[in-house]
């Protein structure tokens, strides 16, 4: 009984992993990025502000949801996962309140981007809790090439988020002028090192290669959204973190069209 309770509760917390993402593409993408403040915990007026769907204090409410069942898991079922799961998140939330500061332009952008790792590196810890398919995040990325570069796109790409800041443009370029036209031009350069390493390995992850294909289009519609109205892009951002969690799980379970027919 326990350990069925165990087993699903891997899954629950893969899945809300998961949501935070998302959720928190929904704060960037409508502009909530700084609608609490820099400070964290942040409590005052917090369930009145959640009547009114603020992305960030949802955004918030998960993040602590996934803490505290995180710490359970430890508890209940102490091993490499469930460790690591837990000091994942406990770096996660002390990057996660330094991006506020570099969405203030406080900090360096460095930060967002080493926090987007780590929230997907969460995400794939218990997704191994809840397959078995690896005995530990580390195994897993030992014996996943892409995942490497998959990472490299992830920093890169919450470096660009952080580097813009809060509601401000990228801007049109021919050649990069600014930070962040010159992390976006890295983000794109991580981006085709992705495709070639995929590329590589096409047999065993061709549905992470045709994922990415509308991903690439998805993130120049980010751009071209961003620099229409800097302060709320919109769905699109949202939209651009989901395809890059479908990426990801391709990845993880190496999905193929060749191994279907």
Do not use: C
């Not at 892409?146 to 800041?165: A, E, H, K, N, S």
Request: charged share 10%; glycine share 10%; hydrophobic share 50%.
């Amino acid at each position: 009984m326990l350990s069925n309770i165990i087993h699903y509760d891997f899954l629950f917390q893969t899945v809300l992993a998961f949501m935070i993402i998302i959720v928190g593409g929904t704060v960037e993408g409508y502009g909530y990025g700084l609608s609490l403040g820099t400070n964290w915990p942040y409590t005052r007026d917090m369930p009145e502000k959640a009547k009114t769907g603020d992305p960030e204090v949802w955004h918030r409410i998960l993040a602590t949801l996934l803490g505290l069942n995180s710490l359970a898991l430890l508890i209940l079922h102490f091993d490499i996962v469930t460790i690591t799961g837990f000091v994942l998140i406990v770096g996660t939330a002390l990057l996660g309140m330094a991006t506020l500061y570099t969405l203030a332009g406080k900090a360096p952008s460095v930060v967002q981007g080493l926090h987007d790792i780590l929230a997907y590196s969460t995400a794939l810890t218990y997704l191994i809790g809840f397959t078995g398919y690896y005995s530990n995040l580390g195994s897993f990325i030992l014996n996943t090439i892409p995942i490497y570069f998959f990472f490299l796109v992830i920093f890169m790409g919450g470096m660009t988020t952080g580097q813009r800041g809060f509601q401000k443009p990228i801007g049109y370029f021919k050649f990069p002028k600014t930070k962040s036209q010159y992390i976006w031009t890295l983000h794109g350069i991580s981006v085709l090192l992705f495709i070639i390493i995929l590329s590589i390995y096409f047999y065993n992850y061709n549905v992470a290669i045709l994922i990415l294909a509308i991903q690439i289009l998805v993130g120049i519609m980010v751009f071209i959204f961003v620099n229409k109205n800097a302060a709320r892009p919109g769905f699109i951002v949202p939209l651009h973190q989901t395809m890059t969690i479908l990426i990801v799980i391709s990845i993880f379970f190496q999905l193929s069209l060749f191994k279907v027919i």
